[in-house]
Structures are given as C-alpha cells and as structure tokens.
C-alpha cells in the first residue's frame, strides 16, 4: 500500500468521524447523555490534549529538562486566572519557557 | 429547503457574523501557525514524498493525527497501523461531532457535509462559543464558517511554507511549545462551575497517567474520564 492510500484512507476515516453524530442526528434523537455531556467535550478534550503535550516534553532523560515545560505551564496557568483571558497563556508561558530553557540550559 | 444566508437577516449581518468568526480564530493561529510549520517540515524531512507528507493537511486535517502519519510512514510502520493510529487520534472528533449535531440539525445537507469537512479543536471552540451565545442561529452558523475557512487557509499555508523554508526555523524557541499553553488558556476560561472543572481535571490527570497507553489511546481514555466526571458532578448538583 503506497502512503498516498494511506494517508486517503486516514483521512476518508477521519471524514467519517466528523460526519458520523451529524448524520445519525438528522435520522434519530442523540442520546440525552451524549447532549448534556457535549458542554464538557471541549474543557475534557483539551484539558487532556494540553496535559499529554506537556508530559511529553517533560518527560526526557533529564530530570532538569522537566523544568521549562511543567514551569511554563504553572505560570500559564497562574496567568488565565489572573487575567480571565486565553491569551495570557501562551504571551506570559513563552517567555517563562525561554527563560527557564536558559537558566537550566536543556 | 432554506439556505444558510436566507435566515441571516442582512448582508452587513453576514458580514459582522463572517468577520466576527475570522477575529474569534486570530489568536488561535498564533498556536497554530507554528504546529502547521512544524508539519511541514517533517513532511519534507520524512522518507516519503514531500507531496504525500502535505496532502495529509487537506486530507486528515488534524496536526496530531498528521505528524503521526508522517513520522510512521517515514519509520516504514505497517500501513493498516498508520491508518489505525491516525484514526484513534482523531477519535474526538465524533464528540465533536456529537456536540454541534444539535447545531446543524435541519441545515441543508451541502452546509453539514462542508462545517463537518472544516472541524477541529479551533473551529469547534468558535463556533461552539458562538452557538452557545444563543440568538440567531444562521448567523451561528457563518461565524462558525468565518472562523473554520481561515483556520483551514491558514493551516495548509503554514504547512507549505514549514515544507518549503521551515527547516531554517530556530528549533530553541520551541514554538510547538504554543499549542498546549494556547490549551491552558483555553480550558482556563472555561472552568466556571464545579461540574466542569472537574471534567476538565480528571481528563487532565487521567491523560497524564495513562501516557504511556499505545496508540495514543490515552487521550481517548482521558476525555471519556472526563466527560463522566463532569456528568456525575452536574447529577450531584441536581
């Protein structure tokens, strides 16, 4: 199989899920649990989306590596509550993370 | 069968709604950019053709899911693994799609095939902030367009050119380091009640622990955790 097909076939799959709750939808009512659980999908996915991402930056063969990501993510954190705003994640995280990439030089 | 711009009461109003979900998605391609540069670089440093790696943008459309494909094929992976592994990825998109099937409901089937085409986490997040806002739900509907159409130009564009000059792009400002503190600011705004808060935490700490899950499995698990956390603690509240 050449990547081309592949990469088709993931994406003709990928379509499908897409697709897939709107079709059933228009031919049958979506389960009361799957309506009031779909306020929770977006803070639940990306809450899990953010956390694997970090993990994995944390997670070298250096315990100092950790130190960057988990502290720029900390003041990211700090910085939401702070200023309510999305934004104030990533304009105070990115310094913080260059910050500390230099102090501990991973 | 109505179309979506009959029920948007004026031009001007398509326009606000068009333009509105253009500004909504702008902070997000700070994020974004960078991962789809990122893309594009690995799609032009992997072991198939430079054309394949990009055709996973218009194709897959999800940076994970592509970086996944790309990097398994360029290891030489099992084809029926790629495939698998892309997909489990992705799997979140049928709780999307669940989540805005209510939105859609009664649109015509051209709009649902092109709005379903055009979801993930960004436009899912704008359009859902919008629909949820209430009030005319045509106009829901072209702000959700206004912001998934710029995304999606933006996002092939910035796989482009990562394929094309990305290579020369300094590694040590760790610009993938954008997406998941973009989602910390995300998830932040969010946490207003209980119910969700807890959703959000127990997929967070659920993805954490299970990392380690094949397959990228983990994310899957973490979302449903979450998902169920947050329904119990909305039944609690009852």
């Given at each position: 199989m050449t990547p081309f097909v592949v990469i088709v076939l993931a994406g003709l799959g990928s379509y499908l899920f897409r697709i897939s709750m709107v079709l059933l939808a228009e031919r049958m009512r979506l389960p009361e649990r799957l309506e009031r659980a779909s306020s929770f999908v977006a803070p639940a996915a990306f809450a899990a989306l953010a956390a694997t991402s970090i993990a994995a930056a944390s997670m070298g063969a250096d315990v100092a590596a950790a130190v960057p990501p988990l502290g720029a993510s900390a003041v990211?954190?700090?910085?939401?509550?702070?200023?309510?705003?999305?934004?104030?994640?990533?304009?105070?995280?990115?310094?913080v993370l260059w910050l500390l990439t230099a102090v501990v030089g991973s | 069968m109505l179309s979506i711009t009959d029920v948007v009461a004026t031009p001007r109003g398509y326009a606000a709604e068009l333009g509105g979900g253009a500004?909504?998605?702008?902070?997000?391609?700070?994020?974004?950019?960078?991962?789809?540069?990122?893309?594009?670089?690995?799609?032009?440093?992997?072991n198939i053709s430079t054309f394949a790696g990009w055709l996973t943008g218009p194709l897959i459309y999800g940076g994970s899911a592509q970086i996944a494909a790309i990097e398994m094929l360029s290891a030489g992976?099992?084809?029926?693994?790629?495939?698998l592994t892309a997909l489990v990825i992705n799997l979140r998109l049928v709780l999307y799609s669940g989540a805005m099937a209510a939105y859609w409901r009664g649109t015509p089937r051209w709009w649902r095939a092109l709005a379903a085409y055009l979801l993930i986490d960004p436009s899912f997040v704008v359009?859902?902030?919008?629909y949820e806002r209430g009030g005319d739900r045509a106009g829901g509907h072209v702000h959700y367009l206004g912001g998934a159409v710029v995304l999606w130009v933006a996002w092939l564009l910035a796989i482009t050119a990562g394929a094309t000059f990305g290579a020369q792009l300094p590694a040590a400002l760790h610009l993938e380091f954008l997406i998941p503190l973009y989602l910390i600011g995300e998830v932040g705004r969010r946490l207003s009640d209980v119910a969700?808060?807890?959703?959000?935490?127990?997929?967070?700490?659920?993805?954490?622990?299970?990392?380690?899950?094949?397959?990228?499995?983990?994310?899957?698990?973490?979302?449903?955790?979450?998902?169920?956390?947050?329904?119990?603690?909305?039944?609690?509240?009852?």
């Open positions: 990211a954190v700090a910085a939401v509550r702070l200023f309510r705003r999305a934004w104030a994640a990533p304009l105070v995280g990115m310094p | 500004r909504a998605m702008l902070p997000w391609l700070a994020g974004v950019v960078p991962f789809g540069l990122v893309i594009g670089v690995a799609a032009a440093q992997a992976a099992s084809p029926a693994v790629v495939v359009g859902n902030d919008r969700t808060r807890r959703a959000a935490l127990t997929s967070a700490v659920v993805a954490v622990l299970a990392f380690a899950v094949p397959l990228h499995l983990g994310v899957l698990l973490a979302i449903v955790a979450g998902l169920a956390a947050g329904l119990r603690a909305k039944a609690v509240r009852r």
